[in-house]
């Protein structure tokens, strides 16, 4: 099992990101698939959920309603839109597979004026 994050920056308050998470090594599909965050000096949080099969999206509350995931089975990619950003958004983000324990290697998002 691979995965690639991309697609973090620097933006500034109110702006959007788009994550990106390219997988491999496994039936990309059927299986949940999350994004997680770990800000400076605090444990890491799941962010979002998409569920295998039905696609069902569940997300933390500081998110609901301005980050959207999403997957692209034909390009085995899982995508984080994240608008509306704040500072408090500032973290690694990562990419995780709860059914292998994998994760990503991260990508930085910061959230700065």
């Known amino acids: 099992v691979q995965l690639v994050e991309s697609g973090g920056g620097l933006v500034q308050p109110g702006g959007s990101l788009r994550l990106s998470c390219a997988a491999s090594?496994?039936?990309?599909?059927?299986?949940?698939m999350s994004w997680f965050r770990q800000a400076p000096g605090k444990e890491r949080e799941l962010v979002a959920m998409?569920?295998?099969?039905?696609?069902?999206?569940n997300y933390v509350d500081s998110v609901k309603g301005r980050f959207t995931i999403s997957r692209d089975r034909a390009k085995n990619t899982v995508y984080l839109q994240m608008n509306s950003l704040k500072p408090e958004d500032t973290a690694v983000y990562y990419c995780?597979?709860?059914?292998?324990?994998?994760w990503g290697q991260g990508t930085q998002v910061t959230v700065s004026s």
């Open positions: 995780y597979v709860p059914s292998f324990g994998s």
């Open positions: 090594g496994f039936t990309f599909s059927s299986y949940d």
């Open positions: 998409l569920r295998g099969g039905n696609d069902r999206t």
